[in-house]
């Protein structure tokens, strides 16, 4: 057995740079592959097999950190804990500035729930780690009938695991064909959209839907991607036939480029149909579809998408600007690509177990978290998985794609999805921010009305409202980035010395701001950082950058403004920079490795 050695840190690969960087709240690219088992779920023994499958795959256990131009996941210590569902299905698992694991291990009643944020990994790899997952589990708790098996019969190494083939396979010189940009029809939401995520599954019997498949002469594939196009075609207008509804398929790249990797590595087709052409029947959108698959699932045409996607990726404009600008790009690019799409259609294959644990298995499914339409697919044995997402209050469109298929013959089941009562979207930090807003506009609207009735020409409103809006400021800034104190002291470093010089300005300028205001609060803030530093125990990867980020500021501030001749009080900007050089030269000499590590890390930008 090799011994499994993480890289400590680690580039994104193509597709997680789009989901670092586009997922919201709302949106948060995240996906859940459970499985269904025929009993109930024993909580520790699922601990200890998550324990053993994190062994084999330990490239799971990273956390996303931000650089000045990419986004980059670190190794972490921290380890997974099992607990029974507690949130609504694929909540956030990327928070902003907190360092968390990138997946989570739930379960409730029969069902082992495995929820992974999409940068990092993609379905085949969330497949391999669930199915690792149940068999460890099955086998603690049975293992008198069990006997131990292996999965695969080849050993990935790490590296395996960790390959980026979307790099290892870019060929800057492939030829790259543009596509023409089309607006796909948009399901709209009616007035009473609901912001929860709605679930809506179901079960096919594999052996009837593959028949049809065969008696049509097309892949499942093309089948059930003709019924969804369908379905949504039956709730548009005339006038909405204008434009064509066009699904995104998501492809596994591993089938045409050979990889073992657990990063994301696929790419996608986007097949549909114009209608109101006279050809609308269900014969006609088949075989429309089925030449779109075999003309665009060969190899050329995947690696020219795939080209074009990394070629995007490493523009010299794109590469070099700031990660903040950048992820701005990013998104409005996304939002763009939005309106060439209907829906999504994401067919995640087979998913196969040993025969004598497959005995344990009712069944697999998966879903994901959209702000649009989407369907997922998944087949054990003899039961193919359909699972909607939507956050749409209208369940019209599996309605009608259940019919259709019931209609070519296939016996549709409608199961309830079953989620725990309390398993909600916790918005408590939100509420906090609100009522703390509400009372800044109280206290602001109060003072103005005092203003008004006792003295009317004093205008005491106005410093009032200045400091309800600097408190709001502070506070909002410190909600934003209160999973990082570090950061969230960084960011308070600028914010106090610009309320200081503008408080300055604003009440008659008497270069307090200046001579005294800033060089103190850049002392108390790396004081502070130190303090923070040592109570919770912090490595120096952990604190490098915002310690060299408020030594350089405390720095180059005071220095500037002294050689400018604005500070005409000297001492305590001495004192300041003094100090400040000291903790730089310090952290250089004492912390060396520690120091580039942290820089390259940051400035990487590849």
Request: proline residues 3%; glycine residues 4%; hydrophobic residues 40%.
């Amino acid at each position: 057995m090799f011994e499994q050695k993480r890289a400590y840190w680690r580039s994104l690969d193509n597709a997680a740079k789009l989901f670092s960087a586009a997922s919201s709240p709302k949106d948060t690219r995240v996906f859940r592959f459970y499985c269904k088992l025929k009993e109930e779920v024993e909580e520790n023994a699922l601990q200890e097999a998550l324990d053993q499958t994190i062994e084999k795959y330990p490239v799971f256990l990273s956390v996303m950190r931000k650089g000045l131009f990419w986004h980059y996941l670190e190794k972490s210590e921290l380890r997974p804990i099992v607990r029974t569902e507690y949130k609504e299905p694929c909540s956030s698992l990327y928070v902003r500035d907190k360092k968390t694991l990138l997946f989570e291990v739930t379960y409730y009643k029969k069902r082992i729930n495995f929820e992974v944020f999409h940068a990092l990994t993609d379905g085949t790899g969330a497949t391999e780690f669930l199915r690792e997952l149940v068999k460890n589990y099955l086998h603690l708790v049975h293992k008198e009938e069990l006997e131990p098996v292996e999965l695969s019969d080849q050993y990935l190494t790490v590296k395996d695991q960790e390959d980026d083939s979307f790099s290892r396979y870019y060929d800057p010189d492939f030829p790259r064909k543009k596509k023409k940009k089309v607006k796909a029809f948009q399901i709209k939401k009616s007035g009473k959209g609901y912001e929860e995520l709605q679930v809506k599954e179901a079960t096919v019997p594999v052996k009837e839907l593959l028949g049809i498949s065969r008696e049509k002469g097309v892949s499942m594939s093309v089948l059930l991607t003709t019924a969804f196009i369908c379905a949504i075609h039956e709730e548009m207008s005339r006038m909405q036939e204008k434009k064509p509804v066009i699904l995104m398929v998501p492809v596994n790249l591993r089938k045409i480029f050979p990889s073992d990797s657990m990063l994301n590595f696929f790419g996608y087709i986007e097949p549909g149909y114009q209608f109101g052409e006279g050809k609308d029947s269900f014969e006609d959108v088949l075989e429309t579809v089925k030449i779109y698959f075999r003309e665009n699932l060969s190899k050329e045409h995947m690696a020219g998408r795939m080209n074009e996607l990394i070629a995007i990726e490493k523009h010299k404009i794109l590469k070099w600007a700031p990660l903040e600008l950048k992820n701005r790009c990013i998104r409005a690019g996304a939002k763009m690509a939005e309106q060439e799409v209907t829906a999504v259609l994401s067919n995640m294959s087979v998913v196969k177990m040993p025969e004598d644990y497959a005995d344990y298995i009712e069944k697999f499914g998966v879903y994901t978290s959209t702000n649009r339409t989407e369907l997922c697919i998944c087949s054990f044995k003899d039961t193919l998985s359909l699972s909607f997402t939507s956050r749409y209050d209208s369940t019209n469109i599996q309605r009608n794609f259940y019919r259709i298929l019931t209609e070519l013959g296939v016996q549709v089941t409608v199961t309830e999805a079953d989620f725990p009562e309390d398993a909600k979207a916790n918005y408590e930090g939100k509420k906090v921010l609100q009522i703390f807003t509400f009372c800044c506009i109280a206290a602001i609207v109060l003072s103005m009305m005092t203003d008004i009735i006792i003295s009317p020409g004093v205008h005491w409103s106005v410093y009032v409202a200045s400091g309800c809006a600097t408190m709001w400021f502070t506070m909002a800034v410190g909600y934003v980035k209160r999973f990082n104190l570090l950061k969230n002291a960084a960011w308070q470093l600028l914010i106090m010395s610009g309320i200081c010089v503008l408080w300055d300005l604003g009440t008659g300028w008497r270069g307090w701001s200046v001579n005294i205001g800033i060089p103190d609060i850049c002392l108390l803030i790396q004081i502070v950082m130190l303090i923070i530093s040592r109570i919770r125990s912090l490595s120096p990867r952990e604190y490098m950058i915002y310690y060299v980020m408020a030594s350089v500021y405390s720095m180059i501030l005071p220095f500037v403004l002294l050689m400018t001749g604005v500070i005409r009080y000297r001492t305590p900007s001495v004192i300041c920079i003094g100090c400040s050089f000291l903790l730089m030269i310090g952290l250089i000499m004492f912390k060396r490795k520690e120091f580039k590590e942290e820089m390259h890390k940051k400035f990487h930008v590849g």
